[in-house]
């Protein structure tokens, strides 16, 4: 069974039993009628065979490709494919038919003629019952004619389109819901969208204009379907910005379900009623008086302003009296006004004009004719401002410029007139007197060519602001200006811009003399920025400087610089020896030596007293600022010649180098300030590099410190609440009122018990004739909280320094003195009753005049015998101030007190001072006593100064004896006192009691 040349895809043979056969071949044969009269195209490809070959095709196929079906069985079925067949879709026909699954495409064949038409694919597999594929069926449809339709509705809706896109308005597309299906570009354009980005959307998603919005609502409520209504709404951008107007035309569809709306733009009629409605409202409100007449002449119009000025209060009556020629005081120029309009030309000019009372008004008339488009005069218009208050402002103002122009005369300023180029229009008389320059040489000549070269830039500048604001006054500033002979004056100037003054046409310059108060200002400053003894930079201006170091740092991480801090040794003994004038020459010489030693940008400057600070710019390292240091100090070294004397002087120095550690001045100050202490502490006359080990020991004396003031001011609690419980001074004893200011009794002060911060040790002092301890000296000791007992190495030069010295050192002669009466108290063995105690008087309880009146206070208030205190004074304090020295050991030998010099031959060692001074006895340094041992070295030394001192009536005491040896040389050579280790070290008050009841010989 088949179709024509299509052979039968079903075989009977494979049914067995005859009844069955023919039930099966009659089943066949209504299928095969079944493919033959569907109207799709069926084909049947083996999927067996390669390629796939097709193997059946019904009627319908050969209709629809006008290929019959011997031309088709056993060919592939791309045969149908041409030109123009979407290579994708038969790619995807290729895969279906690789991996053996279904598929449905619409692809683009071609018939046996060549012609195309649209085909639509169905591909199914067929498998056997062991599930192995063995056919394909491919179904096809012809889609040409409802493409063809599509395409040509497409076409039809492209046309339509585009005749919208044409449509100089907005078109939208609504639905009764009221979200947009669709928009033309302009409406999108319009919102700065695309048209796809409205479909969808409420009407009012862009913010819609209320009017708008309600006349879609009332549409689609109403019947009508179609409307046409000018809406003033606003059709608003995105940006917030109004489109313009339209009128918006409307057109139901799809049975009421949605609309067409066409907007058409009407912005620019909208824009001309308003600019109409404006422009009434301005001739209306206009102060100037504005008249309207026809071509003929005939009045038509006029403002409020027009009513106001001429009396008429309307067009009517002014038209009556005769119309504009009425108001014209002068016919002459009436005649000259109107002829002139009348012929198509503008008139203006000021004007006499009467009013209706016959009041006389100046007018400043502008006529002129109104034409139409093709230039036809259609009517007259006059503009009249009344000027009669601006005439009399005039005349005012010129009796004014009048009074003005003689206080210009005689001003004491000088008022320059420039034009828009700089030159020199106008000048006041004034500048003859200031600047030495007469009127005539002035005029015409530019008035750069007077300015400071450094300064014509700044007033360029100023020139060209001026210019560009008109009536603003500018550039007040000081500006240095040539005199005509040659020096320079300093002007304070302000410019206006008056280029559009009738008037004055001109940049207007009032400039004032200021050149004294700025001599006097610079002055100030430079007095407050230097040195008024020395000139030079002080520490305000050095501080700044190493400000900008320091930002030069932080701009070039490789930028160094170095801080040198100076301090002159010695020289208060050459302020106080030599007076302060020749101090003060001194440092200005200095001063002018530091200078010399300098490089161009270096800074040195003087903080006062005899400190200076050398700022080394832009150096290369530490070497560099060493070399310098040492360039200083030799230069500083160089003798000098004042008041006649020569002066000889040294310094110390401490360099600071500049390290990212640094963040303010004061910081690399204080360093430096650290490393040139410790120069002086090394022997001065020298340099220092500061270290960091510098500044942990200045913390750490700086602490020291503070621990000292505080101990030192708990002695005066302490001494309050202290008594001598049982000892001879008695309970009434004076010594118990030493509270310094703290008046307490003894039964106010019993309950308290309170550790004396200091206590005071007592080294014996031996008579190296008997051997018997004869007296001690008083060396105090400090028991720190922390520390433990400190040597006086460590604190004693500090407290001297901080000045804490005056309250200890008059403790420990109060001690002393106490300790002596409670020694007389006790029963000790003969001979001592007579004990005396040597105490340490320090240079500046030396120098300071007080300190006589507090020794006679605790004289007096201990009770004690002045003939058993001795005072020790080295002979360097002795030596600064040689007459000041002279009085104050005499009134200290007055009140019987013994004057020791101490440690003599370590400082001047001057033998002419000797005589001249009331002094009891000499102590030999340690220096000289420690080295006259075995060897005998330095034993002649102290044997002439043993010889020296008898030779005088003093007595001797060697300091530092160790040794057996140095004992037996120095009862040799005469010595009559001895104090060292070998006796005694220095014992507390405790253990010297011990020691003196024991009674020991030597």
Not at 360 to 371: E, F, G, N, S, T
Not at 555 to 570: E, I, K, M
Request: glycine content about 8%; charged content about 25%; aromatic content about 8%.
């Amino acid at each position: 069974m088949g179709n024509r040349d299509n052979q039968s895809i079903y075989n009977l043979d494979e049914v067995g039993d005859v009844a069955d056969r023919d039930t099966a071949s009659e089943a066949l044969w209504l299928r095969d009628r079944a493919l033959a009269a569907t109207t799709s195209g069926i084909i049947i490809a083996d999927a067996k065979a390669p390629d796939c070959p097709i193997i059946y095709c019904n009627p319908a196929f050969e209709r629809i490709t006008g290929y019959c079906a011997g031309e088709v069985l056993g060919r592939n079925c791309r045969f149908l494919q041409g030109p123009d067949t979407d290579r994708t879709t038969v790619a995807k026909i290729r895969e279906a038919l690789r991996e053996g699954i279904a598929l449905q495409v619409t692809i683009k064949n071609y018939r046996k003629d060549g012609t195309p038409f649209w085909n639509k694919l169905s591909l199914s597999p067929v498998r056997d019952d062991s599930g192995n594929l063995t056919h394909f069926v491919g179904t096809q449809s012809d889609l040409s004619e409802r493409i063809e339709v599509q395409e040509a509705l497409q076409q039809a809706n492209d046309q339509l389109q585009t005749i919208l896109e044409a449509v100089p308005g907005i078109v939208s597309w609504i639905s009764s819901d009221l979200r947009y299906l669709g928009v033309n570009h302009h409406l999108a354009k319009l919102h700065g969208l695309s048209p796809s980005a409205f479909v969808g959307q409420d009407i009012g998603f862009l913010g819609a204009s209320l009017d708008f919005y309600s006349f879609v609502v009332d549409f689609f409520a109403c019947e009508a379907t179609e409307a046409v209504k000018e809406l003033s709404a606003k059709v608003k951008t995105e940006g917030g910005q109004s489109a313009g107007y339209y009128l918006i035309v409307a057109q139901k569809y799809d049975r009421g379900n949605a609309a067409c709306l066409v907007g058409i733009d009407i912005t620019e009629r909208k824009r001309a009623e308003e600019a109409l409605v404006l422009t009434r409202k301005a001739v209306e409100s206009s102060s100037d008086a504005i008249g309207i007449s026809d071509a003929n002449g005939t009045h038509i119009y006029q403002n409020q302003a027009f009513s106001q000025l001429f009396e008429w209060e309307t067009a009517e009556e002014f038209k009556l009296a005769g119309g504009i020629p009425a108001v014209f005081a002068d016919p002459a120029v009436a005649c000259e006004v109107l002829d002139t309009i009348a012929r198509g030309y503008s008139w203006s000019g000021e004007i006499t004009n009467r009013t209706k009372s016959d009041k006389i008004l100046q007018v400043l008339l502008r006529a002129d004719a109104i034409k139409d488009p093709t230039g036809k005069i259609v009517g007259l218009i006059y503009m009249n401002t009344d000027i009669t208050d601006r005439k009399r402002t005039e005349q005012e103002l010129r009796q004014s410029e009048k009074r003005f122009r003689s206080l210009i005369e005689n001003a004491r300023d000088i008022i320059v007139i420039l034009d828009d180029k700089g030159f020199c229009r106008y000048v006041s008389p004034s500048a003859e007197r200031i600047l030495g320059y007469p009127t005539a040489e002035v005029l015409g000549r530019s008035v750069f060519d007077l300015i400071h070269p450094d300064e014509l830039p700044m007033v360029d500048q100023v020139f060209k602001g001026v210019i560009q604001m008109p009536r603003v006054g500018l550039g007040l500033a000081e500006y240095r200006v040539r005199h005509k002979q040659g020096f320079w004056c300093v002007l304070e100037a302000v410019a206006t811009n008056l280029l559009s003054e009738p008037s004055v046409r001109g940049i207007v310059v009032n400039c004032h003399d200021v050149t004294e108060r700025k001599a006097a200002e610079d002055q100030l400053l430079h007095d407050a920025l230097h040195d008024a003894l020395t000139e030079l930079p002080n520490r305000a201006l050095l501080t700044d400087r190493l400000g900008q170091a320091f930002a030069r740092v932080k701009r070039h991480p490789n930028y160094q610089f170095a801080v040198l801090f100076l301090d002159l040794d010695r020289f208060k003994v050459i302020n106080d020896s030599q007076g302060h004038r020749t101090g003060d020459r001194l440092l200005v010489a200095v001063g002018r030596r530091l200078l010399t030693c300098l490089r161009p940008g270096d800074t040195v400057a003087r903080l006062g007293g005899d400190e200076f600070v050398i700022l080394l710019e832009e150096i290369q390292g530490v070497d560099e600022a060493i070399a310098q240091a040492k360039g200083i100090l030799k230069a500083i070294e160089r003798p000098l010649y004042l008041e006649g004397h020569k002066v000889l002087i040294t310094a110390s120095i401490g360099i600071a180098m500049s390290t990212d550690k640094y963040q303010w001045p004061g910081d690399i100050l204080r360093d430096a300030d650290i490393a040139m202490y410790r120069a002086k502490a090394l022997g001065k006359a020298r340099y220092e590099v500061f270290t960091s080990a510098m500044h942990t020991r200045a913390v750490a004396l700086m602490h020291l410190e503070n621990d000292l003031r505080q101990s030192i001011e708990e002695l005066n609690l302490t001494y309050s609440i202290v008594d001598f419980p049982g000892g001879a001074a008695g309970e009434n004893s004076p010594v118990c009122e030493i509270d310094w200011k703290l008046e307490r009794t003894k039964s106010q002060l019993a309950p308290l018990k309170l550790e004396c911060p200091f206590t005071v040790y007592y080294q014996p002092i031996v008579c190296l004739k008997s051997g018997s301890v004869i007296g001690f000296e008083a060396l105090v000791r400090w028991l720190h909280p922390e520390r433990g007992l400190v040597s006086p190495m460590e604190f004693i030069a500090m407290a001297e320094e901080t000045g804490l010295i005056m309250p200890l050192g008059l403790w420990v002669l109060n001690e002393s003195c106490r300790q002596i009466i409670q020694w007389q108290s006790l029963n000790l063995p003969a001979g001592n009753s007579r004990l005396t105690v040597a105490v340490n008087l320090s240079g500046r309880q030396f120098s300071e005049p007080e300190s006589i009146e507090q020794i006679k206070q605790v004289l007096q208030e201990t009770g004690v015998d002045a003939r058993c205190l001795k005072l020790e004074i080295t002979e360097t304090v002795v030596m600064e101030d040689g007459e000041a020295a002279a009085a104050m050991l005499s009134q200290l030998r007055e009140l019987g007190i013994g004057l020791c010099i101490d440690d003599f031959g370590t400082g001047y060692s001057s033998l002419s001072y000797l005589h001249k001074f009331p002094i009891n006895i000499l102590k030999v340094d340690r220096s000289f006593v420690s080295r006259i041992g075995a060897a005998g070295e330095n034993l002649e030394i102290v044997r002439a100064i043993v010889m020296l001192a008898r030779s005088l009536g003093m007595e001797v005491v060697a300091e530092g004896v160790e040794t057996a040896v140095q004992l037996a040389q120095l009862r040799a050579i005469g010595c009559e006192y001895g104090q060292g280790y070998f006796f005694s070290k220095p014992l507390n008050s405790e253990a010297a009691t011990a020691l003196l009841r024991r009674s020991p010989k030597w």
